[in-house]
């Protein structure tokens, strides 16, 4: 098979570990410093946004969003779906709003997503919720118009898990019209192997149904456009699962582009989304200002 089954565990641990892949900070101060700016971008958009806080789509404790709404909402209004990174077991939806300001300005609804994080949530159920935070707004709020996922790192393996689902057992079909995802693990077969998995406790079977690599559906007509963002100072194996990844979904005929952007780690590729400027922030207003056109 060669590639990571040939890696020790040693390489393979270093691999899947962001933290030491940066060029901006030691391992041991950026994880602080990227909890620290995206809190810290939180409370911002808190203060200058219209927000619904602690929105529950079910019963769980965990199972909460947080809604912050357009600046000048029209009639509908399109909305951006954020699902927290964090390696499935750190982190929050509290963490979560820091990308906002500049979508709201432009009259995007931002929705920061909550998951029970392991150890209290497993793979399975983290999957779930996050399906079900979608039927939950769909059938809360008809002024949807399409519906937008941004994921990082661990969010972004569950939002590509969103685009393989049957939506026929929910029987709500969301409007995905497009999906950013963002340094972003796909196939969580060689998380087994590293310290990763100590919290999560995922079996082989477990790590291949939640894989979406392995559950690539065929596009549909109207399927929604992709964007695979990878950093350059990601590691190569990170590098390595977005590239398969944007080729499988392209194989089964998903508009999906690859997005390699420089100067970026692990970290600042996602915190500078609440950049207006940034390059990121510039793709998705323009996948979201497309969509809306047609």
């Known amino acids: 098979m ?12 270093d691999q899947y570990s962001p933290s030491r892949w940066s060029r901006r900070l030691d391992r041991d101060t950026i994880i602080d410093a990227h909890f620290e700016v995206t809190a810290a971008g939180t409370v911002r958009a808190r203060a200058s946004t219209q927000t619904m806080l602690h929105v ?6 965990g199972e909460k969003l947080d809604i912050y709404f357009p600046t000048n909402p029209s009639e509908t209004f399109p909305v951006l779906v954020y699902i927290h990174g964090g390696y499935w077991q750190c982190l929050s939806k509290d963490d979560s709003g820091f990308a906002a300001p500049p979508l709201v300005s432009q009259g995007v609804a931002v929705v920061a997503v909550g998951y029970d994080i392991a150890p209290k949530g497993h793979m399975d159920a983290m999957v779930l919720q996050v399906r079900r935070s979608l039927v939950f707004l769909v059938e809360q709020y008809p002024r949807i118009r399409g519906i937008y996922l941004c994921g990082h790192s661990a969010g972004a393996h569950l939002a590509a898990m969103v685009l393989s689902t049957d939506w026929t057992e929910f029987q709500v079909v969301p ?4 999906a950013v995802l963002v340094s972003g693990v796909y ?13 999560l406790n995922m ?8 894989s979406p690599m392995r559950h690539v ?19 190569p194996e990170f590098r390595r699962q ?11 005929g998903w508009s999906v582009s690859l997005l390699d952007l420089a100067g970026v780690d692990h970290f600042d590729i996602i915190e500078k989304l609440s950049e207006d400027s940034y390059i990121l922030t510039q793709v998705i207003l323009n996948m979201i200002s497309r969509a809306c056109q047609e």
């Open 56 to 61: 529950p789509y079910g019963k769980g404790d």
């Open 242 to 252: 977005s590239q398969e990844y944007s080729q499988a979904l392209r194989a089964a």
């Open 2 to 13: 060669g590639g990571w089954r040939d890696m020790s565990v040693e390489v393979l641990e």
């Open 175 to 178: 409007d995905i019209k497009g």
């Open 203 to 210: 079996s082989r079977e477990v790590a291949q149904r939640n």
């Open 187 to 199: 196939d969580l077969e060689p998380i087994l192997h590293t310290y990763v998995n100590d919290a």
């Open 217 to 235: 559906t065929p596009a549909m007509p109207a399927a929604c456009e992709v964007l695979v963002a990878v950093a350059q100072h990601d590691s």
